[in-house]
């Protein structure tokens, strides 16, 4: 048997250990390729079940279903402790995304409102710390707010804290507080920390704004 032949017939019996013999089974038929694995050899759909179970969503991500839906929103916003809120209106829209992994509130201001705010939050549980979070953009600046914080079992209330850092200041400590009265009704309350304030609480929060979420009645 000359070298040609040799490296041929070589050749022909490591594809049939490979494909475990499916050639001699159905010789009429093209072996069909193995599934396309991810870096590593791991199968795709191996991988994907595996990311599912470490990064799925967790039984606390339910408490977050109430802001989802159509809403009409009440806005207060207050220009300094102690004035009088300023009011508006908004319709707001809560969505489940990535898997029911976050719920995303968007906040529009209807063509009619003289104070048009439109705002975005990104709400999440995050099981590496046991911690909700919020992070937030809006329409009246180019920066992003990010509070963490927890849910207090008794009473289903998120209290989040964050701190607005701006460059060539002292920073600016913020609270979010989420209530959650209903199914139908919800609001959201950002509290700034100034001791001292006039308007301002014990421990120096005083409210700058709050919106108060009314659930849509469903389309009939």
């Known amino acids: 048997m ?6 041929a017939v070589f050749v ?5 250990a490979a494909f475990g013999g499916a050639a001699m089974n159905q010789p009429q038929s093209p072996a069909k390729p193995a599934p396309p694995a991810a870096p590593g050899g791991i199968d795709k759909k191996a991988f994907m079940a595996a990311i599912d179970r470490a990064g799925g969503p967790a039984p606390e991500h339910a408490f ?7 809403f009409d929103c009440e806005v207060s916003m207050w220009p300094r402790p102690g004035a009088e809120p300023i009011k508006a ?4 829209r809560g969505a489940w995304i990535l898997g029911k992994r976050f ?4 906040n529009t201001a209807p063509a009619d409102e003289d104070l048009k705010v439109d705002t975005m939050q990104i709400l999440g549980y995050d099981k590496r710390t046991a911690r909700y979070f919020n992070w937030g953009i809006d329409s009246t600046n180019t920066y992003c707010l990010l509070a963490r914080g927890m849910r207090d079992a008794s009473d289903g209330t998120f209290t989040l804290l964050g701190r607005d850092e701006v460059p060539g200041r002292k920073h600016t400590s913020f609270k979010q507080v989420i209530r ?7 609001s959201v309350e ?16 005083f409210q700058t704004v709050k919106i108060e979420y009314t659930r849509k ?3 009939k």
């Open 217 to 219: 009645p469903a389309a």
């Open 64 to 70: 977050l279903e109430p802001m989802v839906g159509e």
């Open 103 to 106: 719920v995303q509130l968007e």
């Open 180 to 186: 959650v009265q209903d199914e139908n009704h919800f």
């Open 12 to 16: 022909s019996c490591m594809a049939l």
């Open 89 to 92: 209106k908004a319709t707001s």
């Open 190 to 205: 950002v509290l700034v920390q100034a001791p001292n304030a006039a308007g301002s609480d014990v421990e120096g929060w």
């Open 2 to 7: 000359n070298r040609v032949l040799q490296a």
